[in-house]
Nanobody
Framework: QVHLVESGGGLVQAGGSLRLSCAAS????????MGWYRQAPGKQRELVAD???????NYADSVKGRFTISRDNAKNTVYLQMNSLKPEDTAVYYC?????????WGQGTQVTVSS
């Protein structure tokens, strides 16, 4: 079993920054890809960014150049540095990790960007 704990969400003005963290515990000996998704009210959950165990990164077009995903394999933690935030980035952000072909999700953290 894998347990994910997210932190770092909050309220920020447009143009500001936030850093999200997601730490995994439990059966973590074979964590694969780690990623961040978000879901805004009335919209489907969408991929924001993900990163493979080897460090290859993938970003949604809407966040390229503003967000940076990283991971610390020793700490089983994935991060999302969000800069130049826009009101349209407002959503609940979820981390997801893959362990032995099984997807695990965090509880979600609210990010609100005011204009």
């Amino acid at each position: 079993q894998v347990h994910l704990v997210e932190s770092g969400g909050g309220l920020v003005q447009a143009g500001g920054s936030l850093r999200l963290s997601c730490a995994a515990s439990g059966t973590t000996f074979s964590i694969g890809t780690m990623g961040w998704y978000r879901q805004a009210p009335g919209k489907q959950r969408e991929l924001v960014a993900d990163i493979t165990r080897g460090g290859s990164k993938n970003y949604a077009d809407s966040v390229k150049g503003r967000f940076t995903i990283s991971r610390d394999n020793a700490k089983n933690t994935v991060y999302l540095q969000m800069n130049s935030l826009k009101p349209e980035d407002t959503a609940v952000y979820y981390c997801q990790i893959v362990v032995l072909l099984t997807n695990y999700w965090g509880q979600g953290t609210q990010v609100t960007v005011s204009s």
